[in-house]
């Protein structure tokens, strides 16, 4: 029961703050549109009988959407495009070694909201919680053994990650004039796996943002 109460919260969330009475023109909504790139770290935690397992993959993102301010209070709703590589070795079933090089492509829609707590004409902090729908879409891998290689895509499901995952988000960011800068943590709601044991899910990104 507790994601519907989530997603209506941030579904209600821009109502509640557009929906109020201005006291002068100045309050009006203010919306900027925002371009973004950045980097990720990602880490794995896989929750095994033998104990905890932690794997950690580069990653980048670029995404854009807009953001509605009004006084205090601000709304966010961004599209991003994710990628993040992975690599590891192991044996096949016969004993051959072999060496595994890939990437993860995924999408996410966050839906954001927060507090400004200071602004001036050039500068504005943010402060922000996000729940994130997360979707994973494509593997690209190479395996190379002695004497082979293979290149594969594939779906989330063949190597056992979820498709969908819900992530709840914080984070801060500041404008400086018309340039954005934004870090944030995020945390995975469900297993980020399909596999019999949970695997949590760990994300802190850095992203520079323009704003038109």
Same mark, same amino acid.
Not at 196 to 208: A, D, F, G
């Given at each position: 029961?507790?994601?519907?109460?989530?997603?209506?919260?941030?579904?209600?969330?821009?109502?509640?703050?557009?929906?109020?009475?201005?006291?002068?023109?100045?309050?009006?909504?203010?919306?900027?549109?925002?371009?973004?790139?950045?980097?990720?770290?990602?880490?794995?935690?896989?929750?095994?009988?033998?104990?905890?397992?932690?794997?950690?993959?580069?990653?980048?993102?670029?995404?854009?959407?807009?953001? @509605?301010?009004?006084?205090?209070?601000? =709304?966010? %709703?961004? +599209?991003?495009?994710?990628?993040?590589? !992975?690599? *590891?070795?192991?044996?096949?079933?016969?004993?051959?070694?072999?060496?595994?090089?890939?990437?993860?492509?995924?999408?996410?829609?966050?839906?954001?909201?927060?507090?400004?707590?200071?602004?001036?004409?050039?500068?504005?902090?943010?402060?922000?919680?996000?729940?994130?729908?997360?979707?994973?879409?494509?593997?690209?891998?190479?395996?190379?053994?002695?004497?082979?290689?293979?290149?594969?895509?594939?779906?989330?499901?063949?190597?056992?990650?979820? @498709?969908?995952?819900?992530?709840?988000? =914080?984070? %801060?960011? +500041?404008?400086?004039?018309?340039?954005? !800068?934004? *870090?944030?943590?995020?945390?995975?709601?469900?297993?980020?796996?399909?596999?019999?044991?949970?695997?949590?899910?760990?994300?802190?990104?850095?992203?520079?943002?323009?704003?038109?």
């Amino acid at each position: 029961m507790k994601k519907p109460w989530l997603i209506a919260l941030f579904v209600l969330a821009p109502v509640l703050v557009l929906a109020s009475p201005s006291e002068s023109c100045a309050q009006q909504p203010k919306m900027d549109i925002k371009l973004f790139f950045g980097g990720s770290v990602t880490t794995f935690v896989s929750m095994l009988e033998t104990g905890r397992v932690r794997d950690t993959f580069a990653g980048w993102q670029v995404g854009f959407g807009p953001r @509605i301010r009004r006084r205090k209070a601000f =709304v966010e %709703v961004l +599209f991003s495009f994710n990628r993040w590589a !992975f690599a *590891f070795q192991d044996l096949l079933e016969d004993g051959t070694p072999f060496t595994a090089v890939g990437q993860v492509n995924s999408f996410e829609l966050p839906l954001t909201m927060g507090y400004i707590p200071y602004k001036n004409s050039i500068f504005k902090l943010f402060l922000y919680a996000s729940f994130v729908n997360h979707f994973n879409t494509k593997i690209i891998a190479t395996l190379t053994a002695p004497g082979q290689e293979v290149t594969a895509k594939l779906r989330p499901k063949d190597l056992e990650l979820a @498709i969908y995952q819900a992530i709840g988000r =914080v984070g %801060v960011n +500041f404008d400086i004039a018309m340039f954005n !800068f934004d *870090f944030n943590y995020s945390i995975s709601l469900n297993s980020a796996t399909k596999t019999s044991y949970r695997t949590s899910y760990h994300q802190l990104q850095l992203n520079i943002g323009y704003l038109f």
